[in-house]
């Protein structure tokens, strides 16, 4: 039997799933830190609490299996505690007693005083804004809004993370300016959808105010923005980011389909003709906009003809950026009603169609850029090469710039005129200009 030791605790938090859930960890850690508590990110320590996701299958299952295996740790008396939070045990506590006993607690999506409480520690409110950052020092994400009031028939993020609730515009200045203050240059705005904005507080959609307000804080460059819903977009937004430097010129606009009939089952409340528009419009008031998108393939009921619109689609866009995920069947939303009926493999066959399209659009894209010079701002270094990125690129998910190390010195966290001179599909290579 091992014995209790008195050593002083050390918190490892692990961080599963989206950027949100990154925000909500550095949250806990900040708070953590000012309880004077030790804590690490996914490093050793002897308590582990695991921030999941349940937003389809695979994130799911990889939530379960990260329990498990820290489950096992503490049974073999590596670990002596292990809590959960987030998505998945927001979404399946009762299961999750049930199946996996041996974890200490589990909390949900908003449980963070009690959290801490079993931590030992105290939710202190004037916090407010204090994270322990976990991504590199020049960028931080700040989230805008919790939750969301779309009603998408595939998805499941309102049963986890409730109705939409906006940040005030003076909180989300006073954190950009903590952040500033510790060297973060560029802030990628998130929520599950800024669309709406300051709806609920302001009675107005307040996208562009929030950004008038958060370009005027002083050490912040870059602002990009995530996760944008099509319908109701604020088109004041794209004045703002034409007349302000500090806004890049970058959007990730989640768009799942085109096929009429599709979007009607998924009750995206659009159509092939408006959202098409809607990009126009956004090419015209801002040219140099990179658009990032998301697709979903083998929704119930997507025919071969629906597909083939989806195609063509994507070929006509030719979006800067297109990320593209197989159809999860999720209990509890309003697609679940419907039958899976398009089969696991013609999924996984229609989402590579689609990344092989976008693989030639973006080599061509890339291609168009070698001989330019881009404001890049390094991120960090791999091997022989210096990491950087453009304002059209998000970190994890997009284009990186590639510096060879061999030759050139950069300083990572700065921004650097970096000139292209070669590119592949998803990589540009680059010397310093």
């Known amino acids: 039997m091992r014995t209790k030791s008195l050593k002083k605790n050390k918190i490892n938090v692990v961080t599963l799933g989206c950027s949100k859930n990154v925000y909500d960890s550095e949250v806990l850690m900040g708070q953590l830190r000012a309880n004077n508590k030790e804590v690490v990110h996914e490093e050793e320590g002897n308590v582990v609490v695991i921030n999941t996701c349940g937003f389809i299958a695979n994130a799911k299952e990889e939530s379960v299996n990260t329990i498990l295996e820290y489950v096992q740790k503490k049974e073999s008396g590596d670990v002596d505690k292990v809590f959960v939070t987030g998505c998945l045990s927001e979404r ?11 974890v200490d607690e589990y909390f949900g999506t908003s449980d963070l005083p009690n959290l801490l409480k079993a931590l030992g520690a105290d939710y202190k409110h004037e916090l407010i804004g204090e994270r322990l950052t976990t991504t590199p020092k020049n960028y931080a994400y700040l989230k805008i809004a919790e939750g969301c009031d779309r009603p998408c028939s595939f998805c499941a993020i309102p049963l986890m993370r409730g109705k939409h609730k906006s940040t005030p515009i003076e909180d989300l200045v006073a954190e950009a300016e903590k952040l500033a203050a510790k060297g973060v240059k560029e802030l990628i705005l998130i929520a599950q959808d800024l669309t709406y ?50 806004i890049c010129n970058y959007i990730d ?8 009939a599709i979007l009607k089952s998924m009750r995206r409340g659009t159509t092939q003709a408006k959202t098409t528009k809607l990009l126009q419009e956004f090419r015209a008031a801002v040219p140099e ?43 509890n939303t309003h697609a679940y009603n419907l039958e899976d009926d398009v089969p696991e493999e013609v999924k996984q066959e229609r989402a590579n169609a689609i990344m092989e399209i976008q693989s030639q659009i973006s080599w061509e894209l890339n291609q168009e850029k070698i001989g330019e010079t881009f404001s890049c701002i390094i991120d960090r270094k791999e091997g022989n090469h210096f990491v950087g990125r453009t304002e059209y690129d998000s970190p994890d998910v997009d284009n990186e710039v590639l510096i060879d190390a061999t030759k050139h010195y950069v300083k990572i966290g700065d921004f650097v005129n970096i000139k292209i001179v070669d590119a592949t599909d998803y990589d540009l290579y680059g010397e310093p200009a």
């Open 92 to 102: 399946y506590k009762p299961d999750l007693e049930k199946e996996i006993p041996n």
């Open 289 to 331: 906009m990179a658009i990032r998108t998301t697709l979903i393939v083998g929704y119930p009921g997507e025919t071969e003809e629906d597909f083939q619109i989806l195609k063509d689609w994507v070929k006509e866009m030719r979006f800067e950026r297109l990320g593209c995920f197989t159809y999860s069947h999720e209990e």
């Open 253 to 260: 606009i989640p768009l799942q389909h085109i096929s009429d």
């Open 197 to 246: 904005y300051g709806l609920d507080l302001y009675k107005k959609r307040n996208l562009a105010e929030l950004l008038q307000a958060l370009v005027k804080v002083g050490g912040i460059e870059w602002i990009r923005l995530h996760y944008a819903f099509p319908t109701g977009f604020p088109m004041d937004v794209l004045d703002v980011m034409r007349n302000e430097p500090k």
